[in-house]
């Protein structure tokens, strides 16, 4: 009696593993579908017009330019900053970092990693962009994330145009929301690896719901004011059916070992848990762990003290890599100055 209670026992609990899995297939396929078609969309972006682009300082090791693009699906031009390295002159071409900064733009620390790296021997482009006009509107939220990432590909797509930059060697770096920002485009862009993320996350929606931030609490407050809602839950459940598609759901299918994440315990911008599934979905990524300090200056103490673990994660990267280098035609860097 008692042995055939425990086989019915063990035939229920496999047939319900049985149907978690299906349903977990399921939702993958849906899912992976859904990023498929996302992407053929990217695919039909407009390509990037260059209407500027300004030397502003020559150093012995770099030139430094800001430049702007323009796309047909933004209206206005969308600014990127650009470090030319001038070391290594025997190589027509050298790699390329780059770099989205936080939630209100650029500050020091982005052009002392753009001066760091160039004098390395990397090219590096900064590029920062907020949609704030559909940002604001629930409804039309994932608008601004895609114009975000048509933002992100016009500026790449821009400076891998460039004979200077070797386009098969590209790497990305982001903190904050540049992070997530650079987790969205690492998820779809394969010409990107390796990628370092500082306390980011890869689950938006969560972010957006759950920061303490006070420009997010406030976008989190317009839009649920605009929605009629008071429940945070309800809140992030309708952002996950706005966003195409959450990195995280696709950056296990990643080399893993292309990526070093920095993750801040006592963080409230970009919660701890948030930053904690993203080093969990990439299994066994290199990783970093500030447990006694928060958001900014975990940014803060990464730049200035181990900035190094991304130069050797990208040299051990692209060393592997073939060392052929590939000149391409491209925009000539003489153009106008101070």
């Not at 994932?142 to 114009?147: L, P, V």
Request: charged share 25%.
């Amino acid at each position: 009696m008692k042995k055939n209670k425990l086989i019915r026992r063990f035939l229920s609990f496999s047939f319900l593993l049985l149907c978690l899995e299906i349903a977990s297939s399921s939702c993958l396929a849906s899912t992976e579908e859904s990023l498929e078609l996302f992407k053929s969309e990217l695919d039909q972006r407009s390509l990037p017009t260059l209407i500027k682009f300004k030397r502003k300082r020559q150093a012995r090791s770099f030139e430094y330019f800001r430049g702007k693009i323009q796309i047909d699906e933004i209206p206005d031009p969308i600014s990127f900053h650009f470090y030319k390295s001038l070391r290594n002159k025997s190589l027509e071409s050298k790699p390329l970092v780059l770099i989205f900064p936080g939630f209100t733009g650029l500050t020091p620390l982005d052009y002392y990693m753009g001066r760091y790296y160039a004098k390395l021997g990397y090219n590096v482009a900064i590029s920062h962009f907020r949609d704030e006009e559909n940002e604001e509107d629930p409804t039309r939220i994932h608008i601004s994330m895609k114009n975000g990432l048509l933002a992100s590909l016009g500026v790449l797509d821009t400076v891998t145009k460039f004979k200077e930059v070797d386009k098969n060697k590209i790497a990305i770096l982001g903190y904050s929301f540049g992070g997530i920002r650079a987790s969205f485009l690492a998820a779809i862009d394969e010409r990107i690896s390796p990628v370092v993320l500082i306390v980011a996350g890869a689950n938006l929606s969560q972010t957006l719901s759950q920061s303490k931030f006070p420009a997010v609490k406030k976008l989190r407050e317009t839009h649920m004011k605009k929605l009629q809602e008071t429940s945070v839950e309800k809140y992030e459940e309708y952002l996950k059916g706005k966003f195409p598609y959450e990195p995280y759901e696709h950056l296990n299918s990643s080399n893993n070992a292309n990526y070093l994440t920095v993750t801040s315990k006592l963080d409230k911008v970009v919660p701890w848990k948030v930053q904690e599934s993203l080093v969990s979905q990439l299994s066994d990524p290199m990783h970093l762990c500030f447990r006694n300090l928060g958001h900014c200056t975990s940014v803060c103490w990464f730049v200035i003290r181990h900035l190094k673990k991304s130069k050797k994660l990208f040299r051990r990267i692209w060393e592997s890599s073939s060392d052929e280098q590939t000149v391409l035609e491209g925009i000539d860097f003489d153009l106008e100055s101070d």
